[in-house]
């Protein structure tokens, strides 16, 4: 029981962790504004995603026949690695860092829950609805004070289809986090399944930033956000967030970086200068609010409940009630 409870703790802050480093994204690209968000995204999740699996290479090669017999759900993963940044940097250019960063991320543990739903029959909790409720109302407050306080091109129309990239980009990210976190159920260790999934997305994404990526070149400082987007965010971020879902569920984990877009928010007001008024941070405060009461462990452990039908009959977030 200590143990189990020790991992669930351990992978909750390599999340937060992970969560804390995507937060810094959106203000990282803001410095160059020249990039394309296709050649940000490419290089960002392309390069990441190709160190990931050279640095993973022999636990690739050892389970590559597991791996194989996954092929589905390898698949799927892959193509929601490759389309999730294109979406998600479209989204923060179209409607600004923190409306982004907020709809995308906050939307995950939502569709994530509803993915798990479908495919895996686990059942909502009210613990869990309501973590939920708090993290959309914070959503809802941050999205409404950057609307009214700031707008990224003037046009309404812009906005509104950041808002659907960034549900868009919400729902690859939840889609990649659940085929990860099947796979490594299947005895998979995290850093074969992570390796390979965004090895075999970072591939897909090398012929966009082929096409994009000149600008990055262009000078020191767009050769600089490309990078550390690709290292610190990306790479770095990836590995704790594939640490962190072998040892908590895909729902929990999507409901943790509820805390990404309050990092963004803050960082897009110190840093880039949008604006956020007092009902932007209660919401921020909001969604802060939801990862704790989503998270905040209970006398069950998501190990203990994990093996009553496989799983099957697990809260979502591994929090039952």
């Known amino acids: 029981m200590i143990a189990s409870a020790n991992a669930r703790l351990s992978g909750v802050l390599s999340v937060l962790i992970a969560a804390i480093l995507w937060g810094t994204t959106g203000t990282a690209a803001s410095f160059a504004p020249d990039v394309s968000a296709a050649a940000i995204g490419s290089a960002a999740m392309g390069i990441g995603g190709l160190l990931q699996a050279a640095i993973a290479y022999s636990v690739i090669a050892k389970h590559r026949a597991h791996l194989l017999r996954q092929w589905r759900l390898l698949v799927v993963g892959a193509l929601a690695v490759a389309v ?22 906050g939307s995950a543990p939502l569709l994530s829950a509803l993915i798990e739903n479908r495919m ?5 909790t009210k613990r869990w609805a309501c973590g939920a409720a708090f993290g959309l109302i914070g959503m809802v407050l941050i999205c409404l004070a ?25 729902f690859t990210y939840a889609l990649y986090s659940w085929a990860a ?30 096409v994009t990526g000149a600008p990055l070149l262009a000078s020191v400082t767009n050769f600089g956000v490309g990078a550390y987007m690709a290292l610190v965010p990306m790479f770095l971020g990836y590995v704790c967030f594939g640490y962190g879902l072998a040892r908590i ?6 409901a ?11 960082l897009a007001v110190v840093i880039v200068g949008e604006r956020l008024d007092m009902a932007g941070w209660i919401g921020v ?12 462990p209970t006398t069950t452990t998501y190990s203990d409940i994990s093996e009553v039908g496989g799983g099957a009959s697990a809260g979502i977030g591994g929090a039952p009630l």
Do not use: C, K
């Open 256 to 266: 943790i970086t509820l805390s990404e877009p309050a990092v963004a928010a803050v």
């Open 84 to 105: 999730y940044p294109l979406a998600f940097y479209a989204s923060m250019r179209l409607a600004g860092v923190t409306i982004g960063t907020v709809v995308t991320i």
């Open 181 to 210: 976190w099947r796979m490594m159920q299947q005895t998979l260790p995290s850093r074969a399944v992570m390796g390979s999934m965004f090895g075999i997305g970072g591939l897909m994404l090398m012929p966009v930033l082929i």
């Open 249 to 254: 569920s895909a729902s929990t984990a999507t």
């Open 146 to 170: 950057e609307g009214g306080g700031h707008s990224h091109n003037g046009l309404a129309s812009s906005t509104f289809a950041g808002v659907l990239l960034g549900l868009a980009a919400g």
């Open 120 to 124: 895996d029959a686990l059942r909502l």
């Open 285 to 296: 405060g909001l969604v802060i609010g939801s990862l704790l009461v989503i998270t905040w």
